[in-house]
């Protein structure tokens, strides 16, 4: 463990790190927007398209992220088209990790009470203006804690990543254990630390952010309140959108 | 078109010793891990500091890093501390260290579940701690947490699909063989998808016929594998 096998390889290791980062960033993001649209076909989608949002999250949860990724990036190629490795591990990972969060929205759209729906019904707000404004803040405050673990294990999942040959933070300490040939005393174990310390800096992150949501939860912040169509708070805006809607709804002429 | 499945149908041995080859490895560290997970979780819960610090540290190191990456340590990292194995050996290891950890968090809020007036009512009968844990708190443990630990099963046969990474010839590892051989990238990983698929599906639902037959009354858990296709008609629209 000398300091001059560290400084030649820290810059790898920071390269890997960086690219970790990146890839997790986009496939947190592509994965929520893929587990939220196929959420919302499974629970209120036309025609056939619950039977095929059920299929994909079945299919997905269902295998490995491994045979996704290389069915991905050599699949592309069989068709002719060529695929940077960061964007095969991106929508991968994304599709992958889209199928468990599409479950973990799912279960929270389910658990949004009925009377919500009902209540906004009567208020005279569309199906989709209930769903954007009234049972989408509420899902988001329930699944908050689930999906927080679904996006660590997806940070870890990056490092499958590297077998399809991406060069992150798992790749690079490889490379340094191939060139010096000690995998424990060497690089190894400084690369899992390396790797534990985005995952504890992200946890810390997120339980700090899922803190917030909690003592937001407790009332401290009428801001809070407009999720929920009940309360009578002057200043949430929530209330007010309801009201204009309630108000257009009486002003309309009647036949 | 027909001549490539032609081809594929020629590895189709392959790929049965491959699935039988996943099988084995997912079950042998599952009892590794079952049996870790339950001592790390009573260690959790112990009277000795030691004991609890121990557990908490194994837990958290295992669950925030990534299982390649512990693969990867057990099969290259400890030859250089003396101790060399063989592929299937260090993937049955690190497979079964790295769920022991989940599958102890899982028995934690399982024995957490059990309500406290049990613990009490029954040192009041005058059993001891051990029977206390052994005829009081695991029966009911075990039925609040058996739908985890058949979710973490299912983890589990995915994770083996990494073991390609130390040349294991499992599923993947043999279809990224007979893919460089064949060139037939699509059809290749969909025949292995399916074999997943149809192997996870199996699992849960040999599980879900023990869990209804072990506990009473009856576990009855979600049909994952009958409902796929069939029976999605009503309750998809409510």
């Not at chain 1, 294990?153 to 040939?181: C, F, N, P, W, Y």
């Not at chain 2, 074999?195 to 209804?212: R, T």
Request: proline content about 4%; glycine content about 8%.
């Amino acid at each position: 463990m000398s300091s001059d096998l560290l400084l030649t390889s820290l810059s790898i290791l920071l390269q890997g790190l960086l690219m970790t980062l990146l890839l997790s960033a986009a496939s947190i993001v592509g994965g929520t927007l893929i587990g939220l649209l196929a959420a919302v076909l499974r629970s209120f989608g036309p025609w056939g398209t619950p039977r095929i949002a059920r299929l994909y999250t079945e299919l997905f949860r269902g295998t490995p992220v491994l045979i996704t990724l290389m069915l991905i990036y050599f699949g592309v190629s069989y068709f002719g088209y060529a695929i940077d490795v960061f964007a095969a591990g991106a929508l991968g990972l994304s599709i992958y990790q889209g199928a468990y969060i599409a479950e973990v929205f799912r279960s929270g759209i389910e658990a949004v009470p009925k009377g919500q729906w009902e209540v906004s019904q009567i208020l005279g707000l569309s199906k989709t203006q209930t769903f954007f404004s009234v049972a989408l803040p509420q899902t988001g405050k329930i699944v908050m804690p689930p999906l927080i673990g679904q996006y660590l294990s997806l940070i870890k999942d990056t490092s499958i990543v590297s077998m399809i040959g991406m060069s992150e933070l798992m790749h690079g300490g490889q490379a340094i254990v191939d060139r010096v040939g000690k995998p424990v005393t060497g690089s190894e174990s400084r690369s899992k630390s390396m790797d534990w310390s985005p995952c504890c800096i992200s946890s810390c992150a997120f339980r700090y952010r899922s803190g917030c949501a909690t003592m937001i939860e407790e009332g401290a912040c009428c801001h809070d309140q407009r999720h929920y169509v009940e309360a009578d708070h002057q200043s949430c805006r929530r209330q007010q959108v309801v009201r204009r809607h309630a108000g257009s709804e009486e002003h309309r002429p009647r036949r | 078109m027909s001549y490539e499945w032609v081809t594929l149908a020629g590895y189709s041995n392959d790929f049965v010793r491959a699935a039988w080859l996943t099988l084995q490895v997912t079950l042998l560290a599952f009892a590794i891990a079952m049996l870790l997970g339950l001592l790390t979780a009573l260690a959790s819960a112990a009277r000795i500091r030691l004991l609890r610090v121990a557990a908490r540290v194994y837990i958290e190191a295992i669950r925030n890093t990534p299982v390649l990456l512990q693969i990867f340590i057990v099969f290259f990292g400890l030859p250089s501390l003396g101790v060399t194995l063989n592929a299937y050996t260090a993937g049955v290891i690190a497979l079964g260290v790295n769920v022991g950890a989940y599958l102890a968090e899982v028995f934690r809020a399982g024995i957490q579940s059990v309500p406290r007036g049990q613990l009490e009512a029954a040192s009041i009968l005058g059993l001891e701690r051990s029977q206390i844990f052994m005829e009081v708190v695991l029966p009911q443990a075990a039925r609040a947490v058996y739908p985890a630990i058949v979710n973490n099963l299912i983890q589990l046969l995915l994770g083996t699909s990494l073991l390609s990474a130390i040349a294991l010839p499992e599923l993947s590892g043999t279809a990224t063989v007979i893919n460089a051989r064949t060139l037939l990238y699509i059809q290749t990983f969909a025949i292995t998808l399916a074999a997943y698929l149809v192997l996870s599906n199996v699992l849960s639902w040999a599980a879900g016929q023990l869990g209804a037959r072990i506990f009473h009354p009856p576990l009855v858990m979600k049909k994952r594998a009958r409902r796929l296709f069939f029976a999605a008609r009503q309750a998809d629209r409510t």
